[in-house]
């Protein structure tokens, strides 16, 4: 049997901001060898590199690093936002469709946190705080302000819960390094990347909870007709094993037990009976 955990739109956004943590720091960690010296260009590397300051170029690199992080972070966020109005699978709500279809990641976000009845919270301020950061670190005139709700939420949030979770966090010396137009730290970066993965993730849980694995799969057979008319002509343990992995592609899982009537779980079976009856 399969069962629907997530969205495509979940993939998406996994596979751009996969380990970007990880990444940030192995960035960091070279940047550090390149400022203490201990790493130099090799020869093999046939560029041209010759910074006035090696260490001034490095202190810079590293705020670039910790910028470029944050920007593909918020960045990840609007493209999981922009997927979900994506067909085969497909959001019904009508004007969270509407607000996706804006530039502003800033009002999709404020409508997927609506359209699920999301009550603000510490990650989602932190992700208010990232999005304002971001774009006044990437337009050189924006001047964004966070909003008073999220700031006051990160002002009053106890600090030791913060510490706790975000690993020594200091939310007020954050708001401060934002309104100051400063680089945002690492800590600071890898606290609002941990916040926007940690929510996503929730939003696509709830998001599937309340679809059905039945109508999901006459969206993907409406969509994918001819793939899966050639997955229909091969030997059954071939077709079984084709119909598996590529439904699995779409958000499903394997699972040995459960009821083949809840709904969002469903069988090879009645995926083959559905493709009968829906793929002309």
Known sequence: MLELRHTPALNHFKDLIGQTNHYLITILIGLEGVRSGIVTKGESFNVTWQPKSIEDSAKRSRRFARNSALSWAVDSLDTYIGFLGKKPFCISDSSFLKEIEVRSVYRKFNAAVKSLNFQTDFPISLIHLGIQWRNNLVHFHAENELDHEYATFLRNTDKKDIQERFRGLDSSLMLDNFKNNYSPTLKEVAAIIQSIHFVVVEMDKELVKSYSATDYCKRIIKEN????????????????????????????????????????????????????????
């Open 225 to 280: 007709k001819q793939e899966l008319a050639i997955m229909m002509k091969v030997n059954s343990d071939l077709q079984e094993r084709k119909l598996i992995r590529f439904f699995l592609s779409k958000g499903f899982s394997m699972i040995e037990n459960g009821q083949p009537n809840q709904k969002n779980i469903i069988t090879i079976e009645e995926i083959k009976k559905t493709y009968t009856q829906h793929a002309v």
